[in-house]
Nanobody, 125 residues
Framework: QVQLVESGGGLVQAGGSLRLSCAAS????????MGWFRQAPGKERDFVAG????????DYADSVKGRFTISRDNVMNTVDLQMNDLKSEDTAVYYC??????????????????WGQGTQVTVSS
């Protein structure tokens, strides 16, 4: 059974930091792209960051460039998202995702890939 389990969400003041972590299990992940998405209330789920299979290439949404950093550990099967200088507009449920077929940082992910259940991030202004 494939599982992606996010942790690290919570309430933080604007300007603060949080680190999200996603633990993956149930199939090989080291050959595939992984990423983070977020969904704010009343909005669609949006891409936040992606990382290629080796961890050597990353992609970010313009809104988080310079503030968020994605990383992965293919031994531990984890992918993390370090979020700094958080803003109220970063408030959302954050989802971890893993591609089933693709390896590039811009290839993660679509609806039929593997997704976690999400973790809430709330930034107070």
């Amino acid at each position: 059974q494939v599982q992606l389990v996010e942790s690290g969400g919570g309430l933080v003041q604007a300007g603060g930091s949080l680190r999200l972590s996603c633990a993956a299990s149930g199939r090989p992940f080291s050959s595939y792209a992984m990423g983070w998405f977020r969904q704010a209330p009343g909005k669609e789920r949006d891409f936040v960051a992606g990382i290629d299979w080796r961890g050597g290439t990353t992609d970010y949404a313009d809104s988080v460039k310079g503030r968020f950093t994605i990383s992965r550990d293919n031994v531990m099967n984890t992918v993390d998202l370090q979020m700094n200088d958080l803003k109220s507009e970063d408030t959302a449920v954050y989802y971890c995702a893993a591609s089933k077929h693709h390896s590039g940082s811009s290839d993660c992910c679509e609806g039929n890939d593997d997704w976690g259940q999400g973790t809430q991030v709330t930034v107070s202004s």
